[in-house]
């Protein structure tokens, strides 16, 4: 495949996880609501919700912010493999005059 077309294809993987992460974190910091019920087929069948064990706020953020973290590292150094000589970090080299 060509060049181009591998870069299109990472990009849209990208926009693609972008996306998704968004929803994941637009779901977490979205307050949830509160129903006291769900009927399940006819209302005989409510499960209640009230006594359904929840997260910490704090854990429920850092689960959805560390994996778009990581996924943007993941992007960042496939992108560096793609293309070693852009992204490079300069390395500096010892004088020869010890």
Do not use: Y
């Not at 990472?10 to 019920?37: D, H, M």
């Amino acid at each position: 495949m060509s060049a181009a077309i591998l870069d299109l294809l990472f990009w849209l993987a990208v926009l693609a996880c972008a996306v998704a992460q968004f929803f994941i974190i637009r779901a977490v910091f979205k307050p949830a609501p509160i129903f006291g019920t769900q009927a399940v087929g006819d209302e005989s069948a409510a499960i209640p919700r009230g006594n359904l064990p929840a997260a910490p706020r704090w854990l429920e953020v850092v689960w959805a912010v560390l994996p778009a973290f990581f996924l943007a590292l993941a992007f960042a150094m496939a992108w560096q493999l793609m293309h070693p000589t852009q992204l490079m970090l300069p390395v500096l080299q010892p004088s020869s005059g010890l």
